[in-house]
């Protein structure tokens, strides 16, 4: 019963370096997220999927790439790392968005750029 | 109008006390309201939720209040223990939509 199934858990990236978070989901949800949580900034969605081949912009989108070829993976690519992507990743999963549907997140990635 | 205001920034309780978490929005179209509890080193994970038909929900000692007037919902912890003490978002969303979460709340609950 894994979930929602994040690697790498840490990893420390130099700035200018490119690296890809992986994500899966064994619950067969057509809805993924990946959210970044700063301290006291709360949760903010970085880019989400509806279903495979079908990907969109969250709320802060930019220097972050995602993709979407299996309902099971969704990917989170950050090219050219800079200092402000230090921050915890998070994968999160839901059978729909619609109106009282559970998301489920994973454990989280914590990324360090220096 | 998409944001949801959180307070306080952290909160500390003695055991066997009240603790209590508060949210604002501003989306009268805001249809579902969804506390998440997240413990250190983990992920947010769901709690208790709301729709703005009924004022209260209650589930063990954890119980949300909603003002819909006043567009206000929180988050009530009866009988708080050492065991509650983590980060808690508060979030909402229309239906069809994505969650717009709270900046958090950590609450340290302390014997």
């Known amino acids: 019963n894994a979930g929602v199934t994040q690697t790498p858990k840490f990893r420390i990236l130099k700035i200018g370096q490119s690296m890809t978070l992986q994500c899966a989901q064994d619950?067969?949800?057509?809805?993924m997220y990946w959210y970044r949580q700063d301290p006291g900034m709360g949760l903010k969605l970085i880019y989400y999927?509806?279903?495979?081949?079908?990907?969109d912009k969250g709320e802060v989108p930019n220097g972050y790439n995602v993709s979407r070829s299996t309902t099971e993976d969704f990917p989170l690519r950050l090219e050219l790392a800079a200092p402000s992507q230090t921050s915890v990743y998070f994968c999160?999963?839901?059978?729909?968005?619609?109106?009282?549907?559970?998301?489920?997140f994973g454990e989280g990635s914590w990324l360090t750029v220096v | 109008q998409q944001q949801v205001k959180q307070s306080p920034q952290s909160l500390i309780v003695q055991k066997g006390g009240i603790s209590i978490i508060n949210c604002a929005y501003e989306?009268?179209?805001?249809?579902?309201f969804p506390w998440y509890q997240q413990f250190p080193g983990k992920g947010p994970a769901l709690l208790i939720a709301?729709?703005?038909?009924?004022s209260e929900k209650k589930e063990g000692r954890f119980t949300i209040s909603f003002n819909k007037s006043a567009k206000q919902f929180s988050l009530h912890i009866m009988d708080s223990q050492p065991g509650d003490s983590a980060t808690y978002f508060c979030a909402a969303s229309m239906s069809t939509d994505k969650l717009i979460f709270g900046t958090g709340t950590r609450l340290q609950v302390f014997p």
């Open positions: 999160a999963s839901s059978y729909s968005s619609t109106i009282g549907n559970t998301i489920y």
């Open positions: 999927s509806v279903g495979a081949g079908i990907t």
């Open positions: 619950m067969n949800h057509n809805y």
């Open positions: 709301i729709r703005p038909d009924v």
């Open positions: 989306n009268t179209a805001f249809d579902y």
